[in-house]
């Protein structure tokens, strides 16, 4: 790793990068959270679609990229949460996970506009898919 800001896309002016996480699944959360506070992202958490659609529509909400499990209960999973952000905040991106590389394959085939890692998942992998991510974000601005 560098010695530049982690967590950060490169070129990007020194602050937290912000990271909202959205999973069902608490210790899942807690984890995912805690180890992606130790590399240096400001994390925000969602138990539900639902929920992070109510967080992404409150005045002065931001975040840098999306990260959500597809499994969700409520009206709206993790495709949808995509397909959401995707037509209403497309600057945002988003990783999507699951264990059902299928469903996965045909949302993405259906036109939907994130990334995909597959559970389970590791942690350094996936911080690594978040830099990568954030990177392509910055490029394409």
């Given at each position: 790793m560098s010695d530049t800001m982690e967590g950060a896309p490169s070129g990007e002016q020194k602050r937290?990068?912000?990271?909202?996480?959205?999973d069902d699944d608490a210790l899942v959360r807690l984890t995912l959270s805690d180890y992606l506070q130790d590399q240096a992202f400001k994390v925000l958490e969602?138990?539900?679609g639902d929920e992070a659609l109510a967080i992404m529509a409150a005045p002065g909400f931001s975040v840098d990229l999306v990260f959500t499990d597809v499994m969700m209960p409520g009206l709206t999973d993790g495709l949808a949460l995509a397909k959401w952000i995707g037509e209403n905040q497309p600057e945002i991106p988003v990783i999507v996970t699951s264990g059902d590389k299928d469903k996965v394959a045909g949302a993405k085939e259906a036109?939907?506009?994130f990334h995909f890692v597959p559970k389970?998942?590791?942690?350094?992998?996936?911080?690594?898919?978040?830099?990568?991510?954030?990177?392509?974000?910055s490029v394409a601005s």
């Amino acid at each position: 790793m560098s010695d530049t800001m982690e967590g950060a896309p490169s070129g990007e002016q020194k602050r937290s990068v912000a990271i909202l996480i959205v999973d069902d699944d608490a210790l899942v959360r807690l984890t995912l959270s805690d180890y992606l506070q130790d590399q240096a992202f400001k994390v925000l958490e969602a138990a539900t679609g639902d929920e992070a659609l109510a967080i992404m529509a409150a005045p002065g909400f931001s975040v840098d990229l999306v990260f959500t499990d597809v499994m969700m209960p409520g009206l709206t999973d993790g495709l949808a949460l995509a397909k959401w952000i995707g037509e209403n905040q497309p600057e945002i991106p988003v990783i999507v996970t699951s264990g059902d590389k299928d469903k996965v394959a045909g949302a993405k085939e259906a036109g939907g506009s994130f990334h995909f890692v597959p559970k389970p998942y590791d942690l350094d992998e996936l911080a690594a898919q978040i830099r990568r991510t954030l990177d392509e974000r910055s490029v394409a601005s």
